[in-house]
């Protein structure tokens, strides 16, 4: 039996029960919608795979030479930094072989 289209419905039927509350947590939202209407094991997982992408995440604007940037930055350089390492031991082993 396919269920993709009642997957469809119910996650229409959250967002629009979601739409009521936009100040509230997505997924506490969905949970205590879920309960409400008896939706449980896969049937709730794959409807919240669809209801998951109803609000975009909130963009914040980093200014340049700010605390956070000056932090994004380090963790930018120090994952670069390990995945550089990574690829010399890569290739000095294609290398002695």
């Known amino acids: 039996m396919n269920k993709k289209p009642f997957y469809r419905e119910q996650a229409e039927k959250f ?44 963009r914040k604007e980093i200014e340049k030479g700010s605390e956070e940037a000056v932090r994004i930055s380090e963790l930018i350089n120090a994952v670069f930094g390990a995945d ?10 294609k290398e002695t072989k």
Do not use: C, M, T, V
């Open 15 to 58: 967002r629009d029960y979601a739409g009521k509350y936009p100040e509230r947590e997505l997924l506490s939202l969905f949970e205590e919608w879920a309960e409400s209407k008896d939706i449980e094991g896969k049937d709730k997982h794959y409807i919240w795979k669809l209801a998951r992408h109803f609000r975009n995440s909130q």
């Open 84 to 93: 550089l390492e990574r690829l010399k031991k890569i290739a000095e082993k």
